[in-house]
T-cell receptor
Framework: AQKITQTQPGMFVQEKEAVTLDCTYD???????LFWYKQPSSGEMIFLIYQGSYDEQNATEGRYSLNFQKARKSANLVISASQLGDSAMYFC?????????????FGAGTRLAVHP | DTGVSQDPRHKITKRGQNVTFRCDPISEHNRLYWYRQTLGQGPEFLTYFQNEAQLEKSRLLSDRFSAERPKGSFSTLEIQRTEQGDSAMYLC??????????????????FGQGTRLTVV
């Protein structure tokens, strides 16, 4: 069965510092996709970054990068130069990209607090 | 606004009442998903549609829950005889299918702001 584990219930970081949010996953599939979403207090899930299991390069999107270590089954999110607006819940998720299994499996999330 | 929209944003209902939520996906997206999120947890998959066909349902979707997507556009999620355990955030998301997009990248799901249900 697919499973996502986020072991950090809460993290805090000083503004302008970098922070790493951990995510490990469990799957027997060879082909899958990994996602990070941000959920501010308003409730909307905001897509941040995507990594495919066959992608050789780590994904980057602006200040977000994904540290993908396939052998360790980890997909950590790195936020560089944290901003106050980064304070939110962050969810790691996994999806099978093909076939009929299109649902996202989410972890329990990490609450990030950015301090000035 | 061309994002996913959900209505209502908040709903308070008495136990035993029926409620219905609406989701309007991004117009060109052929896939639509419903998720439920309880406090302190990540979203859990409920069901998904490709166009008007409901292709997958979670075991979480008891017989009191029903979802429709007539004509492959907006979707509704109805909960009959609500229970206090139904209190949660109900999130809708939409995406393109990989075959429509031609690649895996770009098929990420875009979420609405959710409907927060409180059953009293």
């Amino acid at each position: 069965a697919q499973k996502i584990t986020q072991t950090q219930p809460g993290m805090f970081v000083q503004e302008k510092e970098a922070v790493t949010l951990d995510c490990t996953y469990d799957t027997s599939d060879q082909s899958y996709g990994l996602f990070w979403y941000k959920q501010p207090s308003s409730g909307e899930m905001i897509f941040l970054i995507y990594q495919g299991s066959y992608d050789e390069q780590n994904a980057t999107e602006g200040r977000y990068s994904l540290n993908f270590q396939k052998a360790r089954k980890s997909a950590n999110l790195v936020i560089s130069a944290s901003q106050l607006g980064d304070s939110a819940m962050y969810f790691c998720a996994m999806r099978r990209p093909s076939g009929g299994y299109n649902k996202l499996i989410f972890g329990a999330g990490t609450r990030l607090a950015v301090h000035p | 606004d061309t994002g996913v929209s959900q209505d209502p944003r908040h709903k308070i209902t008495k136990r035993g009442q029926n409620v219905t939520f609406r989701c309007d996906p991004i117009s060109e997206h052929n896939r639509l998903y419903w998720y439920r999120q309880t406090l302190g947890q990540g979203p859990e998959f409920l069901t998904y549609f490709q166009n008007e066909a409901q292709l997958e349902k979670s075991r979480l979707l008891s017989d009191r829950f029903s979802a429709e997507r007539p004509k492959g556009s907006f979707s509704t999620l109805e909960i009959q005889r609500t229970e206090q355990g139904d209190s949660a955030m109900y999130l809708c998301a939409s995406s393109l299918s990989s075959s429509a997009q031609g690649a895996i990248r770009g098929t990420e799901a875009f979420f609405g702001q959710g409907t927060r249900l409180t059953v009293v």
